[in-house]
């Protein structure tokens, strides 16, 4: 770059202001070039990190809801055994005729 900028600035002269004023556009397209294919990798690291923590809080997420399964499901265990134990004392009270 510093070759070809260096040949440039010597023709200035020569062209006239028509053509330097092409050449510092062409430079300054060129600029703009570099500096948005580096936003665009910017972003596409941004992405990749953004797609990373979505997948992880996916994951901590769907370990939760097991969690809560599990959880639920030794609830429904517990009241269906406190439940049974109810339904025996009641009959065993029952059975000795409303005397416990």
Same mark, same amino acid.
């Given at each position: 770059?510093?070759?070809?900028?260096?040949?440039?600035?010597?023709?200035?002269?020569?062209?006239?202001?028509? #053509?330097?004023?092409?050449?510092?556009?062409?430079?300054?397209?060129?600029?703009?070039? #570099?500096?948005?294919?580096?936003?665009?990798?910017?972003?596409?690291?941004?992405?990749?990190?953004?797609?990373?923590?979505?997948?992880?809080?996916?994951a901590?997420?769907?370990?939760?809801?097991?969690?809560?399964?599990?959880?639920?499901?030794?609830?429904?265990?517990?009241?269906?055994?406190?439940?049974?134990?109810?339904?025996?004392?009641?009959?065993?009270v029952?059975r000795?005729? #409303?005397?416990?």
């Amino acid at each position: 770059m510093d070759a070809f900028l260096t040949a440039v600035l010597q023709t200035v002269p020569q062209m006239g202001l028509g #053509g330097g004023a092409i050449v510092l556009i062409v430079l300054l397209l060129r600029r703009e070039a #570099g500096t948005e294919s580096r936003h665009q990798a910017e972003l596409d690291r941004i992405s990749k990190a953004h797609d990373a923590e979505l997948a992880e809080l996916r994951a901590d997420i769907a370990q939760l809801r097991k969690q809560v399964d599990d959880v639920n499901t030794a609830l429904d265990l517990e009241r269906e055994a406190r439940r049974a134990a109810e339904d025996k004392l009641a009959a065993a009270v029952r059975r000795q005729g #409303g005397r416990a």
